[in-house]
């Protein structure tokens, strides 16, 4: 294992299967009436959010307690980094104090690649700017693997498995992600949205590109929606949200045109009634809240591997 | 009244013509003799076999920063660069704070170079006041203070309203002016962190396209044939841009271009790693856009080259790539990488680089007393050049600030010696 997870693209097929094989022992220590392990005991993970995220700090803070970390919640806000100092003599705080990983949320794109330049320990990213989101695509990986192929399926990717992702690909980090992640594992994954919301290059991408989500939803084992931001309406990306969910949300009627056993996912928070309508999101079909669950069991498997804890089997009996 | 100096066996890099080997006399601040055989008892001697003399390099496009960020850079600091980089000129832009948008400011920064020394200081006046492109500066009166300004830009902005850019344009015909274009539309590269492309995609920085340049160079142009007034185009950064240019030319019409070290050698694909060291205004932008820059500059069409020098602190650059400011130190390397790119690639001679670095800069900014040919009775101003000798990348020089993308690169070269007027500013690879 390398010594951060900065970007999908780090991952060969063989990396990500162990992250996916490790969450799978994981969960299935997750069912013993003590879910906590003590492999990371005595290590520090410093959770590092310049931007306001709630559902991923406390899926990475409940990751490394269950694995028995010290665990320092570090949140820009108010404090020394409101006041002008940069994200370089933060990084050098950090290292002071004797962390062991940073998991850093950011606005800009690269944040967590200058942090690893500046730190000893291990970066996580958790989120920079526009650029990637790899834990997230990893969850998703794992939740797309369960729920169509089973829990007993250690070493198997994802081939064949097709993969539409809808949306706002341009500011997506989760679309990056899961694009690389999902690929290197083999599935064939088609980025659905309107011209405007794709990158200029994404031809060059692996994936396949569409404008049409009709079209694309017969043939999708997993349609993924992202999360539509209001404000791209002024910078003229769409004409208007009810344009955007005639055309590209997902609701009752375009989710009867999906095979019987495709499932619908989502990164939260979601924007019910725009990308996604309120029966879909609440049908059997979605994923959405174990895609929560699978995140803390995911990121364990992250920090344990990154962190290289005491064996883990071992310790559980 | 300087010492005389006799360069002794030197390939003069004449303009048009090939490499001729001679010596080269310089007594009272101009060439009093070349030929073989040359001698003089007073003199003090240069051996110079296997040394290129060209003419002093002339930059149009430097960030001097004073004032106002003394800390990044002075005149002082930057005009030692300079000449460490063969210049003999330099054209300070307007971009400082206060903005050189008056008489006063150009006139302190012009003072600053003559206190200075160690080359000339051409300063630069805004085009507009402030740099907000909504009203012109006191451009006459800039014109007739000491500073004797003919170069007028907002570099760093684009004069974006068409309106504004065509009165510039006419205006500054009555003394001779030249308008130096930032091509940038503002709307169209709103938060643009890199060349919007296969990388900005991949890194999720928001894209510049080169539409965005393309775009203001083809209306300019249109400007400038319509008023008959001259129009400079800095940092031509795209491939698009040089084929809008050479049309524009073929037309007969008043258009001249430079291109920066810098876009004549990397890529966006340095960005890579997300250090901002490789961000920079007009961004890096494809190997193809590379390619036709140097075409575009061997055949003419891109008149010369810049350097679009832009020292910022250690602060402004060790920070996220969004946060960074954009723009890279250029003067001490310019020629060495010219070298590299255009002459070791075949693109250009000895000769050729004298044109691009020299004559025609010096043309463009009506600086008189640069750009002459190494001939007698001309300003002893030249710069001797050791293209054999392969000097490790660029240390720290002595430009204040350390923001160059070529740092542990291997440039090819070494300026040897620069003369201002006859007196020596470097000798042997160092400050006088």
């Given amino acids: 294992m390398k010594r951060h997870l900065i970007s999908a693209a780090d991952l060969s097929r063989a990396d990500a299967l162990l992250i996916l094989d490790t969450a799978e022992e994981l969960a299935s220590l997750a069912d013993r009436p003590i879910k906590k392990l003590p492999t990371l005991r005595g290590r520090t993970v410093v959770n590092l959010f310049f931007e306001d995220s709630t559902r991923t700090r406390i899926s990475f803070e409940a990751a490394a307690k269950r694995l028995s970390a010290d665990v320092i919640n570090f949140s820009a806000k108010g404090s020394s980094v409101a006041k002008g100092e940069s994200l370089k003599d933060t990084a050098l705080t950090l290292e ?149 969910s005639r055309r590209y949300g997902l609701d009752a009627a375009r989710m009867a045109r999906l095979p019987d056993h495709a499932i619908v996912m989502h990164p939260g928070p979601m924007n019910r009634g725009v990308e996604i309508a309120a029966d879909v999101a609440d049908s059997v079909r979605s994923t959405i809240v174990e895609q929560v669950a699978n995140g803390v069991t995911t990121r364990m498997a992250v920090l344990y591997l990154l962190l290289g804890g005491t064996e883990f089997p071992a310790v559980a009996q | 009244m300087s010492a ?168 500054v015909k009555a003394f001779d002016g030249v308008i130096a274009q930032h091509a940038q539309d503002p709307r169209l590269t709103e938060g643009a962190q890199l060349n919007e492309g296969e990388m900005s995609g991949r890194l999720g920085l928001a894209g510049w396209p080169a539409v965005a340049e393309e775009a ?112 890279m130190t250029g003067l001490e390397t310019a020629l060495r990488v010219v070298q590299l790119a255009m002459v070791d690639t075949g693109l250009l001679d000895w000769p050729g680089v004298a044109d691009r670095m020299s004559v025609r800069p010096a043309r463009i900014g009506r600086l008189a007393g640069h750009g002459a040919p190494l001939a007698v009775g001309g300003p002893a101003n030249l710069t001797l050049y050791d293209p054999a000798a392969s000097a490790e990348a660029a240390g720290p020089g002595a430009s204040k600030s350390r923001n160059t993308p070529f740092a542990g690169m291997a440039l090819p070269g070494r300026v040897v010696a620069t003369f201002l007027r006859g007196t020596p500013t470097v000798l042997d690879g160092k400050l006088v």
């Fill in chain 1, 96 to 244: 002071a104090m004797g962390s062991d990983a940073v998991v850093i949320r950011h606005s800009a794109s690269g944040a967590a690649h200058r942090l690893a330049g500046w730190v000893q320990g291990s970066v996580v990213n958790a989120g920079d700017g526009t650029h990637e989101h790899p834990t997230q695509a990893l969850l998703d990986a794992f939740t797309i693997r369960r729920r169509l192929r089973g829990s007993s399926t250690r070493g198997a990717g994802l081939d064949g498995i097709r993969v539409t992702i809808v949306g706002d690909v341009l500011h997506s980090r989760v679309a990056r992600s899961n694009v690389l992640l999902l690929s290197t594992l083999g599935a064939e994954v088609t980025l659905a949205a309107p011209p405007t919301l794709l990158p200029l290059a994404v031809e060059n991408w692996p994936c396949a590109v569409s404008y049409d989500l009709d079209r694309e939803l017969p043939k999708s084992d997993v349609v993924m929606m992202l999360r539509v931001q209001q404000e791209r309406m002024n910078a003229a990306y769409f004409p208007s949200v009810r344009e955007y």
């Fill in chain 2, 4 to 171: 005389r100096w006799l360069v002794k066996g030197v390939a003069i890099a004449g303009p048009g013509g090939r490499d001729e080997i001679a010596d080269i006399l310089l007594s009272d601040g101009v060439v009093a003799a070349t030929g073989a055989g040359l001698s003089d008892a007073g003199a003090q001697v240069i051996d110079a076999q296997g040394l290129v003399a060209l003419p002093g390099l002339v930059d149009l496009h430097t960030h001097l920063r004073e004032p106002g960020r003394e800390d990044a850079e002075t005149v002082e600091t930057g005009t030692r660069a300079a000449a460490l980089g063969g210049y003999t000129a330099v054209h300070a832009m307007a971009n400082t704070d206060p903005v050189a948008d008056t008489a006063g400011v150009v006139e302190q920064v012009w003072r600053l170079g003559q206190a200075a020394g160690h080359c000339d200081v051409q300063p630069v006046g805004a085009v507009t006041v402030g740099l907000a492109g909504s009203r012109l500066a006191e451009l006459g009166t800039m014109a007739d203070s000491a500073a004797r300004v003919r170069v007028f830009s907002d570099d760093g902005k684009c004069v974006a309203d068409p309106l504004l850019m065509r009165r510039a344009l006419e205006y």
């Fill in chain 2, 216 to 327: 203001i160079i083809a209306r300019d142009c249109l400007l400038a044939a319509h008023v008959g007034s001259a129009l400079h185009v800095c940092h031509v950064s795209t491939a698009g841009s040089a084929e809008i240019i050479r049309w524009a030319k073929s037309k007969g019409w008043p258009v001249t271009a430079e291109v920066t070290p810098h876009h004549l050698l990397l890529t966006d694909e340095l960005a890579e790693g997300y250090d901002p060291v490789f961000k920079v205004n007009p961004p890096l932008r494809t190997a193809a856009d590379v390619a036709e820059l140097r075409r575009a500059l061997a055949d003419g069409t891109i008149d010369c080259v810049a350097t679009d020098h832009a020292p910022h602190p250690v602060e402004a650059k060790e920070t996220e790539w969004s946060e960074a400011a954009f723009g």
